[in-house]
């Protein structure tokens, strides 16, 4: 193919994301090295606000932004270098906590804590996706003709179900006396509380996680199931093969490029994890990295932003996902180069 | 509840027919509003949308988008909805406009009240106050002969009793749930103490007696409150009181008229209003208030319009249609049963919230911090130290500090 | 395969449908849940005992439910439906479209199907039992409490269908888009084993790994301020961006680029290269080649990746919420301010409907494209 040709192909595609994908990152990447702020000066200030029947009044020294002529807000971009990164990490106080030998004062650091529930949440989550999607896969495969396409579609419906929606379900069903504890208490015999403590929120999400996440791995194992070579499982049959043997070195093989394609899409997703944190509001208990990004670039109620902070965070979950993706790029790189040959 | 939406309803269908309130003049300029989402908004707003001419968004976003919407020239809304707190970036910014010339042109109904003054110019005119207060369950305090609490340590004791006694589930309810809800219960009981947030030059001051002792009676509250307080914000306590699963909680105003809401609750009649609970200085609660500001980015004919709509949908009209949505500032307003406790709270001395830039980085701090200290992981003085060091690396990004 | 191989085991057979059961159980039981919750009055659907919320005392009291008959009526109409979903519908659009148009086929009968079910169950049903339930006796009296006030609540009076007509704009921008844009690419790339084509795909993945909270931040401001940064490029017509559905339309396709030309690329990857080589001797260029001979076969590729992005754009929070005004709020950020608001427990019960309803066209998607979905991932749409 001609560069031409492929430059007329691609084009629209990478303008769109040069624009909206590129350019941001970019300038996420320039944020995190710099800080803006307001140039601020003390003045005092008479406030009058409602009671009930009368006003209150209070003089107070306050820190008012200085506008220009224009009447806009005068700001100063410093360079900082690596201090938002330092800001984030903490490494000093990091470094104390490790040298004392003490777990909970890492986990005291919201960095760390972050990365210590992301990293959790990632790899328990990955086994047991990739398990599950497998079971059912094979278990729609052994499934009569007739209602596999029913159970198929029951299969897709946690998947399919809009996030926001699936994590509020998940809190009508089990939040104080929601349905599904009550019934939990009434099996076990005791006062049970889901939200209370760390561990049983933390079940909840990789439960919840994995029940949104497993029908996709499952319908995508299942379309691989029905590319097997039925050669090499009859010849396998004829060698007295058993079924488990049969599975193991003749289908598994087969799905395995599917399984790291399912693999590698679940770890790039999960370890942006946020919605279960915002769902289920465990910030009192647990944090994900992405949610700690987003709480320092949320503005508070007087409009103050960690946007520096916020970036060098940004930064710090993407190099992690570009670790993670290592092994699948250099796959493609081998593809590719197979391809090109 | 339901008697208000049949009110609602009667009152729209009356609206279609022209006999009802319509506006005294003919909006020709088209408007746009944008505010939070709550009922007294959208009553407010629908006043105001019988001028003609004018969008109202009540969109929950509105944090988020009025700083820039209102920076733009020409501004994106021309009228804008807002609290103490969330007027501090607009005014910072300039965006919105003294009020004085229009207040003295339409604004005769105004009460003095409801002028909120910077400097002595008029920005935003209020329309409502909220503040938390002790919300009971008359009818177990009676069975149990106790009186009505006044202090955080009566609240503590009836709790004590209540729970020994085995009435509900848990004696008391709490919004703490983790992020702004905590971080309100923190302000509350430490305004209650008299503690002051800040020192010379943005510093913070909260690691102090005053601040242990306000940590301390969260504490104790936890101890007769649903495990999963965390999470619990003030739907989740109106709808505990609402199945009778508790007896008491601190909660806002504006949740008073759900407890009498026969499609929803099982107690009606029986949850009574009183004040917060005092602290050792005053009562542990902070008065909010909610009114409208206007853009500076607009024209003053659109200005000329906008405060004019404006004062059509804060008028009598409107409150005696809506009087139990909220506790209005507005002329005709009838103070009902469910507003008592909030009366009660600004008359015993209740401070207005200190909404300020660097207030707004504190709240966070305190929101994000202090569930550590709840569960058991830090003790009083880390805590509050954890806090101040988080406020610092926020302020000093944003400029605030040294 | 032989007969032998295919004959197992009466254990294994009843270990695998029992497994299948109890996952088809748990897949459907939390949206099962909140559809009952959502037919019930306030106390019934927030009560502690199962009991009470399935068959609804309260909402009985109010008299408001449904007789066996209604119940059997309703379920015939289900049944009904989703035979029609998942057999006569894929019959009639094979009959009746000519080639190439398949996907306006599918999309108009799916469109006449929810319609039609619509009018089926919430307009003649209740109209034909109102006529038959004080003929049945017994069988046609209240026994589960049930009333769909909330489903008008969330229609009507909250302007629902408002969303939904935003919801419907902003996904088909984005699959329209999202697919052309991407066949082209994702076949430009499977074709050229060049060093760029390389690092584009890199580039995409690293670009899929962003996290979207700060990319949608960044966009705000500049949304917001358009008509001032772009007017010196157009003048008087400079548009503010923020709250245009298109402007929505075309964030979401650029989030959702890396994945459609990942996904599409290993698709024509697995189309021989040697048909449109072929078709170029014949003295095609390539846009020719790609138009007569890959666009026919690619269909089933398309499709599934289609569904994707569909579920993209429908279930997208971040960058709807925050860019679309209210007038163009599209249904998730609208259900999600119902509950972020200063709720009522009724407003919660109305909200669960609106979810249900949120639900409910996804649902009948699935029901229709359940065989192309998996059609295309077996042709090869996803081989790592």
Redesign the interface.
Known sequence: MKFRTFAAFVAPSVVMMLLFIAFPLVSVLVQSFFVTQPVYDTVEVETCTPGFLGQICTTEEKSVPRRDENGRIVEVTRFVGLESYRNVIEPDRFWAAVKAHSWAAVQAIDFWKALRFTLMFTLVTLPLVVGLGLAIALAINNAAQAVRGPVIFVSLLPFIITPVIGALSINWLFRGDGILTAALEWWLQRDIAMFAQAWTIETLMVLYRVWHVAPFAAIVFYAGLQTVNQDSLESALIDGASRWQRLRFIVIPHLMPLIVFVAIIHLMDTYRVFEEIVGFSSQGHVISLQWLTYDYLKPDQAGNRSISRASASAMLTMIGIVIILIPLLRRTWRDHRRARA | MLFRKILVAGAMSLVATGAWASCAFENKVPLKSLSAAFEAWKAVTSAMAECGNFTAELDQEFREKQPAAFAANPALYQIGGVANSTMVPLLNAGTIRPLDEYVAKYGQQLKPNQLIKVDGKTYAIAMMVNNQHLMYRSDILEDLGIPVPKTWDDVLAAAEKIKAAGVVDYPLGGTFKTGWNLGEEFVNNYLGEGGEFFGPGNSPAINNEKGVRALEIMKAMTAYMDPEYLVSDSTYVQQQFQQGKIAMANLWASRAAAMDDPAESQVVGKVKMASAPMGSVRPASSLWWDGVVFATNMTEEQADAAFRVAMEGLDREMVEANNDVAVWLIEGYKPGPAAEGAIATANNGAVPYPASGPMGIMHTALGNGIADYLKGAKDASTTLADIEAAYLAAAREAGLVE | ??A??LR?PLS??LA??G??GL??L???F??F??TV?SLK???DA?S???LH?IFGPETVARGQGWSILDMLLGAGVLYAT?RIA?HWLPLAVRTWTPPGFAALGWLLGSAVLGVGFVVAFFGVLPAVTEVLNPLAGPLGRDVVGATTEHYRTVWIDRGFANNFKNSLIVTTGVVTVSL???T??G???A????A???W????????????H???V?????VF??S??WLSPILGENAP?L??KPWAVI??L???N??FT?WMLRSFF?NIPADLDEAARVDGC???EAFRRVIMPVMWPGVITTGLFSF?LA??D?LVT??LL???NQTM??A???M????????D?VVA?AA?VS??AP??L???VF??Q??AG??AGA???
Request: hydrophobic share 55%; glycine share 6%.
């Open positions: 395969m032989t032998r191989a197992q294994l057979r695998s449908g497994f299948l996952w088809c748990i897949a459907a939390p949206i849940w909140i919750m009055a306030p106390i927030f502690p005992n199962p919320v989703a998942m052309t844009v991407g082209l690419a076949y430009a790339l074709r050229a084993g060049t760029l084509a390389f584009i795909l890199i580039a995409a993945l690293v670009f899929r790994a962003l996290p909270s700060v990319l931040a960044g966009y705000l401001p917001i301020n008509a001032e503010t923020y709250g075309a964030v396709v650029a989030i680029q890396p030309i990857q260029s390539h846009f579920l429908y279930n929070f919420s925050l005004d209210a007038s998730v950020p259900i999600a301010g509950f972020n608001r200063e709720t009522t427990t009724t919660q669960v979810a949120i639900t996804l649902f998607l699935v029901m359940q065989r979905i998996v991932l077996t996803v081989k790592g």
